[in-house]
């Protein structure tokens, strides 16, 4: 899959908003605050509710890595994944009106 | 009977449209359905509470001060006890101004699935004044509303805009609530209390979440003039609550006066010393500050603080 996602501890809230839409890879564990990535997508429905939690997630804190596939892939080059914000370099984040159905 | 009443203006808005148009918004209002929990099960009351577990909430990732330290050991867990209450008291009266407030968001935000959350918040808060009451009976009395919590509610119950409403109660009152019970935790061994705050947390990060998503999307669709109110409104808000002297008939008095005379401490001398450390730097930077550090990175998330109220903050000593 070509995005890794990862959870910052200090800006996620623990609201459950993200395990509730990708419930296959992300929990709130029992007695825990914040959420964690406790399995990376495997396929591309995974994937893809996984890129819709960080899109959703209000706190800005579930991160997406982009494996791009370039230079800059750490799997080919020993690079740095890029570092995608939640919610706010990807077109649908929240803001958009990608996830509002009325006008 | 002691109560007051206050009157708000709140313009009621029907949507006769039923589907879901904000879907992060339909998602967290599942999550707040799966989530409920029951204040007179959930939480082990059957556990008694120990006085010396609860832990000094005065003075956290501190030394206590030398007025508590001067006192023999058993006046230093009752002064922990009432302290503790005081501050339990202050939750629960900005508990049941939440559940009014949320009641309200009911009414006005203009979207059903805004409207469908909130409405699971008002539950959310009346479980939130069940537990604080019933614990803080285990521990003292119920003291007062101070006076900067009561000004800060009662100017979003009267708020004109929807969006006040949500940025007072959601994205400033919750933070804070947020990460005052975080440091809460981190202090108290009592097993019944931990509880309390690990099921209100819970809630307490889906009201936070709640107020993120709606004003994210709401604020960039308002005309200038209410931005402008709104950004201000938020400020007056952050400032009321942090930094409205404690009045009462007219002369300041410290909120802990009683509670000093009670335990045979001296009030100027208790007075004296928190002042102090309030004014040393290198204390103010070690105490955890739930304005600083969660309610300002929240307001700025959602693009209520501009260039035109950023240096607001900074002077007050609220800006992260």
């Known amino acids: ?18 395990s509730e839409r990708a419930p296959e890879n992300l929990e709130i564990p029992a007695g825990f605050s914040i959420a964690e990535v406790f399995k990376q997508p495997e396929t ?12 959703y997630c209000p706190a800005g804190a579930l991160l997406a890595h982009t494996k791009d596939l370039s230079p800059a892939d750490p799997a080919q080059s020993g690079g740095q994944a890029s570092f995608v914000p939640a919610g706010e370099s990807t077109p649908a984040g929240i803001g ?8 | 009977m002691s109560f007051e009443t206050i009157d708000t203006n709140v313009k009621a808005l029907w949507r006769f449209d039923y589907d879901s148009n904000i879907k992060p918004l339909r998602d967290l209002y599942e999550v707040a359905k799966k989530e409920q929990w029951n204040a007179a099960l959930d939480i082990p009351w059957h556990i008694e509470t120990d006085p010396s577990q609860i832990g000094d909430m005065s003075a956290p ?34 508990e049941q101004g939440a559940m009014m407030i949320c009641g309200q968001l009911v009414e006005v935000v203009p979207d059903m699935d805004g409207k469908l959350y909130a ?16 614990y803080i009976s285990r521990l003292d009395r119920i003291y007062p509303i101070m006076p900067g919590l009561k000004a800060l509610l009662n100017a979003v119950l009267t708020a004109d805009l929807w969006q006040m409403k949500c940025i007072g109660m959601q994205v400033i009152a919750e933070s804070i609530a947020m990460g005052s019970f975080k440091t809460m935790l981190a202090i108290t061994h009592d097993e019944v209390f931990k509880k309390i705050l690990q099921l209100t947390s819970q809630d307490e990060a889906r009201h936070v979440s709640y107020g993120l998503i709606y004003m994210k999307d709401a604020i960039p669709k308002m005309n200038e003039p209410d931005r402008d109110r709104l950004e201000d409104f938020a400020f007056t808000a952050m400032t009321l609550l942090a930094t409205t002297p404690q009045m009462e008939g007219g002369r300041s008095t410290d909120p802990f006066e009683q509670i000093y005379l009670e335990l045979g401490i001296d009030p100027q001398k208790a007075t004296s010393e928190i002042i102090s450390r309030m004014m040393d730097p290198e204390a103010v930077r070690a105490q955890p500050n739930p304005f600083r550090d969660y309610a300002y990175p929240q307001l700025e998330r959602v693009g209520v603080i501009t260039d035109r109220t950023r240096a607001k903050y900074r002077e007050v000593g609220l800006a992260a």
């Not at chain 1, 958009?96 to 006008?103: F, I, K, L, P, V």
């Not at chain 2, 030394?63 to 629960?92: C, G, M, T, W």
Request: proline share 3%; aromatic share 8%; glycine share 4%.
């Open chain 2, 61 to 94: 990732n501190a030394e206590p001060y030398d007025f508590v330290k001067a006192l023999p050991k058993e006046k230093q867990i009752e002064f922990a006890k009432r302290r503790s209450a005081h501050l339990l008291s202050n939750f629960l009266h900005g």
């Open chain 1, 1 to 18: 899959m070509p995005h890794r996602f990862e959870v910052v501890e200090d800006d996620c809230t623990g609201c459950g908003l993200c």
């Open chain 2, 119 to 134: 409405s699971t918040q008002v539950i959310d808060e009346a479980r939130h004044v069940e537990v604080f009451h019933r």
């Open chain 1, 44 to 55: 591309s429905t995974e994937e893809e509710a996984c890129l819709e939690a960080s899109e």
């Open chain 1, 96 to 103: 958009s009106e990608d996830w509002r159905n009325d006008t």
